[in-house]
């Protein structure tokens, strides 16, 4: 596809179980970002990746987060033991190097009961 | 420390009158600015951007002005339309060497547009 593709579109799951939320970036994109947007907020960032650099972890809330870029293009962020307050919308977007407009992707909306 | 603030969760605003949002900044360092638009249940949009180095760009109905010595921006949108009720965002970012840094975005604005 011409966009970010982010999967699953929506996850439920329990309290204490681990997730997985997948990101296809835009084809050719170098950066890749991870926000989430939790109910009333703004948008938060976790983690940046640019090119073959290491990422930029300081937005990562805990160590119960974890995010990889594999080959460069798709990235995997996983939660681990999931909180209720891990409960949000999570954000992919992907950007050119050179430019700072990135381009989001629908989001995975988290809910963990 | 929130670097990115937008002080008004809200904005009403008639059809055909200017919306003007507002986004202040604490860092010096940011060098890129960035409104973006949100519709429920969708990504966020990019909208329009203007660099450090002008003070308004502007594109169809939509204008950013940047103040660096207030570290203070401003989209204006006029006229305003029913379709642009949406949360607005503000962003700003560091680009070192041509190359991008990571979007530190405010807390949004909720634009209300009535008919």
């Known amino acids: 596809g011409a966009g970010v593709s982010q999967s699953p579109s929506n996850k439920v799951t329990e309290k204490g179980k681990d997730v997985e939320l997948r990101c296809d970036p835009i084809s050719g994109h170098t950066a890749l970002y991870w926000y989430r947007q939790s109910l009333g907020q703004g948008l938060e960032f976790l983690i940046y990746?640019?090119?073959?650099?290491?990422?930029?972890k300081s937005g990562l809330p805990s160590d119960r987060f974890s995010a990889e870029r594999t080959g460069g293009s798709v990235s995997t962020l996983t939660i681990q033991r999931t909180q209720q307050e891990d409960s949000a919308v999570y954000l992919c977007a992907s950007s050119l190097a050179e430019q700072s407009e990135a381009f989001f992707g629908q989001g995975t909306r988290l809910t963990v009961v | 420390d929130q670097q990115v603030k937008q002080n008004s969760p809200s904005l009403s605003v008639q059809e055909g009158r200017i919306s003007i949002l507002n986004c202040d900044y604490t860092n010096s360092m940011f060098d890129y600015f960035l409104w973006y638009k949100k519709y429920p249940a969708e990504g966020p949009t990019f909208l329009i951007s203007?660099?450090?180095?002008?003070d308004k760009n502007e594109d169809g109905r939509f204008t950013v002005f940047l103040n660096k010595s207030a570290k203070h921006l401003s989209l204006h949108i006029v006229p305003s339309q029913p379709g642009d009720s949406a949360v607005y965002f503000c962003a700003a970012s560091v680009n070192y060497g041509g190359a991008t840094n990571k979007l530190i975005f405010g807390t949004g604005t909720l634009l209300a547009v009535q008919p």
């Open positions: 990746f640019q090119g073959n650099s290491a990422p930029d």
């Open positions: 203007i660099s450090s180095i002008k």
